[in-house]
């Protein structure tokens, strides 16, 4: 599948559109429209259930966007939260100087300035740099550039300056560690426990070409284990297993489509940290999705540093300790564009016909049932509009009364609804050949395109059995 292709179709599907397309599109921003927010919430429900609702040490938050400036310098961000970018001079257009070297198969991620400077020039004195849009090759030498947005949130005036720049989070977990203290403390929590959110993060990606894979407003889910310093490296171990189990035993993912890539170089603070990559087809293939990292005391103990705050740990018998964190770390976005990959089907039907099929499992289709009435005559469609509002009152539905009902079947079936409700006019109690008993639906199966006849009285409860399995 291309890039193309899957834009195209999760636009017209009403998965994703792009920003103020009206007014020519706003760069590297999306929206989410009636089937992708509900796509999104549902692996967001996911996420949270196995994260938070399966384990009773770890609690959920949600922090503001904005934070007290102080916290991007206790983190770092504000000093080397940077990407290197080169300039092509003949078009202006901008590249990630990292992510050119990684094309000759150099990995300078992390790297400083003169290293990259020292590769970029080797490639410049061959020719080997080509502007993608102008095909030109003179560029200008690598500079950091910050990835952190700046805004003037509260000031009063609207001159951005060192004193009044205010910044949207560059990542969820910092919200995270400023609550420790607070979370512990209002839970009773004892170490080891996590704190878990997800929210919007905001970064000025230099270049953000590839959909909703790198943009610059997205949704981190991030999860901060707390633990002892002697059981980060076994805890690491422990959530990364855990993480893999729930691609493969919750949201059924074909492992080969997952694969581990450690860090070749690591911050200086951290113990470990690795990428879990997805196999983005549509991309060009492996891509991080998910880091998982064990981080030591670094962030507590900056945070303790710069709020002159106490963030240590004690508990009865033991010496007090700065807890050690390890982290979990998914884009949202990044996981929406996996499942788009990892359920999208066409099968073979019979005569060389094909259909499209979105397998999600139940729990993230964006709707789970339709709701189709035979025809468009008045008297139908007000009984399968009453079953309409007896189902919706239970799952989040779709009514469907255009086209016919083949079409309608591969309509949904493109979006992945696991369940098509047929109302005929055996329903009504009508002699009609072939078609159901007086109060009876038929149900029909996504994946085994199956019937099967259920009365109006049973359908909530057969729905719900359906669903489940
Ligand atoms: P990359 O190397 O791709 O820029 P990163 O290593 O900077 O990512 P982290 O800071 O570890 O990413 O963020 C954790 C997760 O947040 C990533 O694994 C990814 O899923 C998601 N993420 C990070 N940046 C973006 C972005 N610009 N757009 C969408 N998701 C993102």
Redesign the pocket.
């Given at each position: 599948m291309t890039i193309e292709t899957l834009t195209a179709f999760a636009k017209s599907r009403g998965f994703v559109y792009p920003s103020s397309e009206i007014y020519g599109q706003f760069a590297a921003v999306y929206d989410y429209g009636p089937l992708g927010q509900q796509l999104k919430k549902n692996i967001q429900a996911a996420w949270e259930k196995e994260m938070v609702q399966k384990n009773a040490n770890i609690y959920g938050l949600d922090a503001g966007v904005f934070m007290a400036p102080k916290v991007w310098e206790a983190s770092g961000h504000t000093e080397s939260f940077d990407d290197p970018q080169i300039d092509c001079r003949g078009c202006n257009s901008r590249y990630r100087a990292d992510h050119i070297l990684e094309q000759f198969d150099i990995d300078k991620d992390r790297a400083l300035l003169t290293e990259i400077n020292a590769e970029l020039d080797k490639l410049h004195a061959e020719k080997k740099i080509k502007c993608e849009k102008c095909g030109g090759t003179d560029f200008t030498p690598a500079k950091q550039f910050n990835l952190l947005v700046k805004t003037n949130l509260g000031s009063p005036t609207d001159e951005l300056t060192a004193e009044n720049t205010v910044y949207p989070r560059g990542?969820t977990c910092q919200g995270i560690y400023v609550n420790f203290e607070n979370v512990r403390q209002s839970m009773r929590a004892k170490v080891p426990f996590g704190i878990a959110q997800v929210g919007k993060a905001f970064?000025n990606?230099i270049v953000?070409r590839q959909w909703i894979?790198?943009?610059?407003e997205?949704e981190?889910m991030e999860m901060q284990f707390f633990v002892k310093p002697e059981d980060e490296m076994t805890e690491f171990g422990n959530w990364r297993e855990k993480r893999l189990a729930w691609y493969r035993d919750v949201l059924k993912f074909n492992m080969e489509n997952i694969r581990i890539k450690p860090h070749d170089k690591l911050a200086h603070y951290a113990k470990a940290a690795e990428?879990i990559e997805y196999n983005y087809t549509a991309l060009g293939g492996f891509k991080?999705?998910?880091?998982v990292h064990a981080r030591s005391d670094w962030d507590l103990g900056r945070h303790s540093e710069f709020s002159d705050t106490k963030l240590d740990y004690f508990e009865e018998g033991s010496e007090r300790f700065i807890p050690h964190v390890v982290e979990t770390?998914?884009?949202l976005?990044?996981l929406f564009l996996a499942c788009l990959h990892e359920y999208f089907d066409t099968e073979e039907m019979k005569e060389g016909d094909t259909r499209t099929v979105l397998r999600f499992p139940a729990f993230l289709a964006p709707i789970k049932v339709a709701i189709l009435p035979l025809s468009k005559k008045p008297h139908l469609t007000e009984k399968a509009r009453a079953v309409f509002a007896l189902l919706a009152e239970e799952f989040v539905c779709e009514y469907d009364e255009t086209q016919s009902i083949g079409k309608r079947y591969r309509r949904q079936d493109e979006i992945g609804t696991p369940l098509c409700v047929t109302v005929d006019f055996g329903t009504l109690g009508e002699e009609a050949e072939g078609q159901c008993k007086k109060d009876c639906v038929t149900v029909r199966d996504r994946d085994t395109m199956k019937s099967e006849e259920v009365a109006i009285g049973d359908l909530v409860s057969y729905v719900q059995k359906q669903l489940a399995n």
């Open positions: 990542e970064r990606e953000a894979f790198r943009t610059r997205f981190q990428d991080e999705m998910e880091g770390s998914v884009g976005n990044r």
